[in-house]
């Protein structure tokens, strides 16, 4: 993963939008197959962007209703 971000980071692309997601693919679809790569992808998107997102919402909304 270390080198799929370094590659990722020199890719040009307008706020790097796609460059992991195909580096991603470009490296693991060999071993693993095309589907099961773009899988995995989402699976990782969805653990490093919209669970930490959804964890903070959950902590804020709580603070909120319930101050000390």
Partial sequence: MAVVYMLAGVIPAPSGIGSLEFVFWLFFSP???GQAAI???LVFRFATWFMPFVMG???V?????FPR
């Avoid at 909304?61 to 209703?65: N, V």
């Fill in 57 to 59: 919402a959950v902590l």
């Fill in 31 to 33: 071993s693993v197959g």
């Fill in 39 to 41: 899988s995995a992808i």
């Fill in 61 to 65: 909304t709580a603070r909120e209703l």
